[in-house]
């Protein structure tokens, strides 16, 4: 015990003579946490929509008004005849082009089917995609309510569908991105942080040839693991509890779920993901060396693998099986449930067993390849 205590000191010693480096690894996360917070979004929004109104009538100013009256379509103009579509989607002034015909009013009227077309730049299929959607859910609500009052004022009846769906949305009634992407941008940029931080320590130490004083010690490979890693712990909880402040300043988002269960999931987090990181640091021999693979290893699979932006499931079943191996999958799988589902102990604690088996393979590893090294 007194030679981890020798070595935690020491370690929090050579953290404090570097004040730049202990700055970087607390508040660069959560600078990219703003960054990427705000720089990164699903929502889509302020579509540029080019109108041909052949209608002219008040049923189509209305759904006009319903369209443009809401952030997700914006007007860039509008168009003379149909032949200036293709010109105008072509060069990017609009992203979509809406055409009502000229018997829309006259359908509404009749109680017949009142088409509208729109033509939407596919370049992005995903935005495109949402366009479609965006467009069918608002013009079948402005053509419903359009009909109804027509009908009424006509003294005719309106056959109501056998179905109407009510659909009611749990844990981001809003739909919008930040509740998503904030605690998975925290599983990315503490597993960021927290390899690279531990990638430098032992390999430090061969870079000053200050490890032939650990090898003639009676130092043990588990306690200089221990000590090299527990600062870095608690330096990962202060960058842990900065990036919540901010998450809950700037983007609204709250923890719904117990903070105790929080702060298990991220302590084993932290114990995986600095185990990881003793593990580079124990097979390098250079810092330079150990920051490139702690970044290449950390980055692209925290990015690609954890499931941050990508589902997992649409994966290819081998790619799948990679995954495995990540360990911010289990973390920000976790952080979301319990951040915005308050989600109990009996439903994330596979992801909590995954992190902990994965915590003691890191470690464990990296203590035998310390050992060789000593």
Do not use: C
Not at 164 to 174: D, G, H, S
Not at 320 to 333: C, E, G, K, M, T
Request: no cysteine; hydrophobic share 55%; glycine share 6%.
């Amino acid at each position: 015990m007194k030679r981890f205590w020798a070595i935690f000191k020491k370690e929090l010693r050579q953290i404090g003579r570097d004040p730049l480096s202990l700055g970087v690894l607390i508040f660069i996360p959560a600078l990219l946490l703003v960054l990427y917070g705000y720089a990164l979004s699903f929502d889509v929004k302020h579509i540029r929509v080019a109108v041909l109104d052949e209608s002219r009538t008040p049923e189509s100013r209305r759904l006009l008004d319903a369209l443009f009256g809401n952030p997700y379509f914006a007007p860039v103009g509008t168009l003379a005849r149909r032949a200036e579509a293709d010109a105008i989607l072509a060069g990017g002034r609009a992203r979509a082009v809406l055409i009502i015909p000229q018997d829309y009013a006259g359908n509404l009227a009749r109680g017949a089917v009142a088409r509208i077309q729109v033509l939407v730049d596919g370049a992005d299929g995903n935005t495109a995609a949402t366009a479609v959607g965006y467009f069918e859910a608002m013009a079948d609500r402005v053509t419903r309510q359009t009909r109804l009052e027509v009908l009424q004022r006509a003294g005719r009846p309106m056959a109501l569908p056998l179905v109407t769906p009510e659909p009611r949305v749990w844990f981001n009634p809003e739909l919008e991105s930040a509740p998503f992407l904030v605690p998975g941008l925290i599983g990315l940029l503490m597993m960021l942080s927290a390899v690279i931080a531990t990638s430098l320590s032992i390999v430090r130490e061969k870079e000053r040839e200050t490890i032939e004083q650990l090898l003639v010690s009676p130092l043990r490979p588990e306690e200089l693991v221990l000590g090299k890693t527990l600062p870095y712990v608690a330096i990962g909880v202060l960058t842990m509890a900065l990036i919540l402040f901010l998450g809950w300043l700037l983007f609204g988002v709250v923890v719904r779920g117990s903070w105790l269960l929080l702060a298990v999931t991220s302590l084993l987090f932290l114990f995986a993901a600095l185990g990881m990181g003793v593990l580079i640091s124990s097979v390098t021999r250079s810092q330079l060396m150990a920051f490139l693979i702690a970044t290449i290893t950390t980055l692209l699979p925290a990015l690609i693998l954890s499931g941050f932006i990508f589902p997992i499931r649409n994966m290819p079943l081998p790619i799948q099986a990679i995954s495995l191996i990540v360990i911010p999958r289990y973390f920000v799988d976790a952080l979301r449930s319990i951040m915005l589902k308050d989600a109990p102990l009996a439903a994330i604690w596979p992801n909590l067993a995954a992190l902990a088996v994965l915590g003691l393979f890191y470690n464990l590893l990296a203590a035998h390849k310390t050992r060789k090294s000593l």
